[in-house]
């Protein structure tokens, strides 16, 4: 899943350097006049953290290989398809590429990647669940290495959340999205709401928490066509959410246009009891919250698909023009193995896909939720709209202002099947003829 960004000045600079250190020393990396080869690995990690953990772990690769030199260039989450892009075409990519998942389906069938099946070590392809792999395959290739995800949490007030005597879910025994809806109308007092949902972009939360009751919403045919189809279970979590801001009043009708960042303040002010979140916002949360206050991690409300949900990884690829491709590939096992991706994960404060890695002791404590996130691991699924060609524009174009207007309660659920299906496939039709 994609980070939250850098303000767009730092990012224009960020990129104008990411480009100029492409070109220098991408394009395929290549051997010098000293017989070195060198790789360029382009970063997305932004957080200090995150960072820091990545260049260090370039100064230990380098350090133990002298004959194969990898030089870090960071990159930027605002722009990164459009840079990529453009360095794909100029012959300038990167030979190591971080992106995200459901960024790499353009690039797969434009053939600017590797495909990675010669390249993957059997440590790797064991070590990474079936399901993770799922999100990086486009047609009979495999274009990157998923290797941190995301799933969505709630994080609570956990004061107000005591203080009411509702039943504290845990991974094992969560919360039914009917309870949950009881929950926050237990939870709403006088000035405090029992939820936030900040849906400034609805798309991927309303798709990603609806697979937890059946939802899939994107179906592929025995012919490889994908057409949509709005069924029950795809009703199911934005049904929830418009009646707790329509009919109940116990969700904050203005958070619908906030990104979850414009959400925290009022989270810390006691306005809103819970808030849903990825999982790396509890890095914003430890560290901005008031002195004193208290807050838990909690699973997100399950279906009948228990707590499954849509998770679109972080993934490292190889372009397909860089004449060093095995020894990409060996930075990249390098990176990858457990103890390292461990410290990405808690770099990023996210979730690793390793399972040797998921269960590191670091990852299984109580201090900011991690124990809470990692139980959920098992649990993630492959975004419904990974792979789907032109998912882009359906989403611009017909899902996210139709889902505006529905969570605001402006129109009914047979018009938001309306739109999301009849235009939906009118769309999706266009780039599978």
Not at 20 to 29: E, F, K, V
Not at 47 to 72: F, G, T
Not at 117 to 131: K, S, V
Request: overall charge negative; charged content about 20%; proline content about 7%.
């Amino acid at each position: 899943m994609r980070r939250r960004g850098i303000p767009a000045f730092a990012a224009a600079v960020t990129t104008a350097l990411a480009l100029l250190l492409a070109g220098c020393t991408a394009g395929g990396g290549g051997g010098a006049q000293d017989g070195v080869i060198r790789l360029s690995f382009q970063s997305l990690a932004w957080q200090k953290e995150s960072v820091d953990a990545n260049k260090q772990l370039v100064r230990e690769w380098n350090a133990a290989h002298p004959d194969i030199q990898v030089d870090y260039v960071q990159g930027s989450w605002d722009n990164v398809h459009d840079q990529l892009l453009t360095s794909f075409e100029g012959g300038e990519a990167p030979d190591i590429i971080h992106d995200a998942s459901d960024d790499l389906a353009d690039f797969a069938y434009g053939g600017y990647l590797a495909d990675l099946r010669p390249l993957l070590p059997d440590r790797l392809t064991e070590d990474i669940p079936r399901a993770s792999w799922e999100t990086t395959t486009f047609g009979d290739g495999v274009y990157g290495v998923p290797f941190l995800q995301e799933p969505k949490v709630l994080i609570a007030n956990t004061k107000i959340l005591k203080s009411s005597g509702v039943r504290i879910p845990t991974p094992e025994k969560p919360w039914s999205w009917p309870e949950f809806r009881q929950v926050t109308e237990k939870l709403t007092k006088r000035g405090t709401y029992g939820v936030a949902w900040p849906l400034k972009e609805p798309v991927s939360v309303t798709l990603n928490l609806g697979l937890s009751s059946g939802g899939q919403l994107f179906h592929r045919g025995a012919d490889g066509k994908v057409t949509i189809r709005f069924g029950e279970g795809d009703q199911v979590m934005p049904g929830t959410v418009r009646d707790q801001v329509n009919s109940d009043g116990s969700a904050a009708r203005q958070a619908l246009g906030m990104g979850g960042s414009d959400a925290l303040p009022g989270f810390f002010g006691g306005k809103y009891a819970m808030v849903p979140l990825g999982f790396s916002y509890r890095q914003q949360v430890a560290e901005q919250a008031p002195e004193g206050f208290e807050w838990t991690v909690l699973p997100a409300p399950a279906g009948s698909g228990g707590l499954a949900q849509g998770v679109s990884p972080q993934t490292l690829s190889i372009s397909q023009d860089s004449p060093h491709k095995e020894e990409a590939m060996s930075f990249v096992d390098f990176l990858l193995r457990p103890a390292n991706m461990v410290r990405l994960a808690r770099g990023d404060w996210m979730l690793p896909t390793g399972t040797q890695a998921l269960e590191d002791p670091a990852l299984h404590t109580e201090e900011n939720g991690w124990e809470a996130g990692t139980a959920l691991a098992r649990a993630l699924r492959p975004a419904p709209a990974q792979s789907v060609r032109g998912y882009p524009e359906w989403k611009d174009k017909v899902a996210t202002p139709a889902l505006q207007e529905y969570y605001s309660g402006a129109i009914d659920t047979d018009e938001l099947k309306r739109r999301l299906v009849v235009d939906g496939n009118r769309v999706l039709a266009r780039y599978q003829r």
